[in-house]
């Protein structure tokens, strides 16, 4: 069955760093581009970033654009969030995801809580 | 960025009534739209996805219509399980942005 394993979240302080890794089972990991959305109770959920199988085709929200950054291994079927100058507002459970045909989500994996607060 | 506007934010109903949730585009996103479940402590859960077709597994009583700015998720006949909150996502053109979503409580 698919299965997708998140690991990395955590306590960090205001400015740090945090990367997120996503092992993936169950299915053919190369053939489908995979994301990452978060949560909060106050901003709901949030698309941050999506990833093409090949790796080329690459989207973030503006609220991440030139602090994160997402990649894949497809030889590993791994996907990972580098987040970098993390700010309050990143604090949120963050959800690895399977995109399907449509571009919407058609697997979930458990999230992981990411914390930003000195 | 488009925004996605559902309602109400929450309804109280009775197991088998029939149910319709709401979701507005602020621009149109053709039929580029998802319907998720979320139950507490779980990751959402695809329901439908190009506006009308039920992801795998999904049972019968949910369908979903619309297309440009206005869309509905129908419940025919509340059961149990369905009580969570339900999201619409679209994905017509980045950034994909999701409703706040409508809490479906039990009466």
């Known amino acids: 069955q698919v299965q997708l394993v998140v690991s990395g979240g955590g306590l960090v302080k205001p400015g740090g760093s945090l990367r997120l890794s996503c092992a993936a089972s169950?299915?053919?990991?190369?053939?489908?581009?995979m994301s990452w959305i978060r949560q909060t109770p106050g901003k709901g959920l949030e698309w941050v970033s999506y990833i093409s199988n090949t790796g080329i085709t690459i989207n973030y929200a503006d609220s991440v654009k030139g602090r994160f950054t997402i990649s894949r291994d497809n030889a590993k079927n791994s996907l990972f969030l580098q987040m970098n100058s993390l700010r309050a507002g990143d604090t949120a459970i963050y959800y690895c995801?399977?995109?399907?045909?449509?571009?919407?989500?058609?697997?979930w994996g458990q999230g992981t809580l990411v914390t930003v607060s000195s | 960025e488009k925004v996605m506007t559902q309602s109400p934010a929450s309804l109280s109903v009775s197991p088998g009534e029939r149910v319709t949730l709401s979701c507005r585009a602020s621009q149109s996103v053709a039929s580029n739209l998802a319907w998720y479940q979320q139950k507490p402590g779980q990751a959402p859960r695809l329901l439908i996805y190009d506006a009308s077709t039920r992801a795998t597994g999904v049972p019968p009583r949910f369908s979903g219509i619309g297309s440009g700015t206005e869309f509905t998720l129908t419940i025919s006949s509340l059961q149990s399980e369905d009580f969570a909150v339900y999201y619409c996502q679209h994905y017509n053109y980045w950034p994909y942005t999701f409703g706040q979503g409508t809490r479906l409580e039990i009466k």
């Open positions: 169950g299915f053919t990991f190369i053939d489908y581009y």
């Open positions: 995801a399977r995109v399907g045909s449509a571009y919407s989500v058609d697997f």
